[in-house]
């Protein structure tokens, strides 16, 4: 049984520039969450698939999307990317609500 | 809008002392989890608290949800320097979770 997946693990980006997150979600597991942790911070919930549709939103921008795909792997998308957008990025795959699994994160830097 | 509060935020203990980390919440739920996290790295679970009065231990660490008092409390038995973590909670709102800020604790020889 594989766990979650991310890549890339680190990335630095200019900003004003977009960036692609990805997340391979556990086998078995048709659920998968995004959060922002900023440094010194709890993790923010960004928002949620389920089966290919978003199931909930944090409070985020709308240059922050995502899709979830058939084998239930995801993306995260920012534009514009801004300073601020600095933090480890972290996705997390569940099947419902039956305990939720984190990926080792990607270290985004914006600079 | 649902606050997760945690206290104390930083935490320094002696090796061989008990502490107890305390989670409040604003809103209903019936489903609390903890993890712990080394710095850099990821969130590890620790415990999945389901009802009221669920109780559930691990080692030198256990973990308590009381739904009416929308209390959660993480006590920690004898401590060693291997916890040295931060620990944090998140209410689950059924289709997202919401995280506490962190208690950073430092278990010191």
């Known amino acids: 049984e594989t766990g979650v997946t991310q890549s890339p693990t680190h990335l630095i980006k200019t900003r004003g520039q977009q960036v692609t997150l990805r997340c391979s979600s556990q086998s078995g597991h048709n659920t998968v969450s995004w959060y922002q942790q900023a440094l010194g911070q709890g993790p923010q919930f960004i928002f949620q698939?389920?089966?290919?549709?978003?199931?909930g939103r944090g409070n985020f921008p709308p240059r922050f999307s995502g899709l979830q795909f058939p084998n239930y792997s995801s993306e995260l998308n920012v534009n514009a990317l801004e300073l601020d957008d600095s933090a480890l990025y972290l996705c997390a795959s569940s099947l419902g609500r039956t305990g939720y699994t984190f990926g080792s994160g990607t270290r985004l830097t914006v600079v | 809008e649902l606050k997760v509060e945690q206290n104390p935020l930083f935490l320094s203990m002696q090796e061989g002392k008990n502490y107890t980390i305390y989670c409040n919440y604003s809103t209903t739920s019936d489903r609390l989890y903890w993890y712990r996290q080394d710095p850099g790295k990821s969130l590890e679970s620790l415990f999945v608290?389901?009802?009221?009065?669920a109780v559930k231990q691990e080692g030198r660490l256990m973990a308590s949800l009381d739904t009416k008092a929308r209390l959660s409390t993480l006590h920690i038995t004898a401590a060693v320097h291997d916890l040295s973590a931060t620990y944090f909670c998140?209410?689950?709102?059924?289709?997202?979770?919401?995280f506490g800020a962190g208690t950073r604790l430092t278990v010191k020889p």
């Open positions: 608290l389901l009802s009221n009065g």
């Open positions: 998140a209410v689950d709102l059924d289709n997202d979770m919401r």
């Open positions: 698939y389920y089966r290919e549709e978003e199931n």
